[in-house]
């Protein structure tokens, strides 16, 4: 990922503040983590902008191997961990969805 696609301090604070009271959208398994898994997060991500993602206890990876897979094949940028839930963020590229991102953009 692009420096410059990095969120600041300010950015962070006020999108682990908008996902406080949201509830995890997705989870890891056992199936682990997977290309379609993937595109279906990003496919989520292109609507909500900001969601959460929890990995179960039968999950075969770690929070960090989560982390690290997510970020390093897509743009998708992980705000916050905490304990076995990541809150993520993607700016909508569709204008219409763009209702977070407007706002982090101007921060």
Not at 39 to 59: F, H, P, V, Y
Not at 71 to 78: A, C, G, L, R
């Amino acid at each position: 990922m692009e420096d410059d696609n990095l969120l600041r301090g300010k950015q962070k604070r006020y999108l682990r503040a908008h996902a406080h009271n949201m509830r995890p959208l997705f989870s890891v398994g056992k199936n682990g983590l997977t290309e379609a898994w993937l595109d279906q997060l990003t496919g989520a991500l292109e609507n909500r902008e900001l969601i959460k993602i929890n990995l179960q206890q039968s999950a075969d990876v770690t929070v960090d191997e989560t982390k690290a897979f997510i970020e390093d094949n897509t743009s998708i940028q992980v705000v916050q961990t905490i304990g076995r839930v990541l809150v993520l963020y993607r700016p909508a590229t569709d204008e219409e969805n763009q209702r977070i991102s407007s706002i982090v953009e101007e921060m």
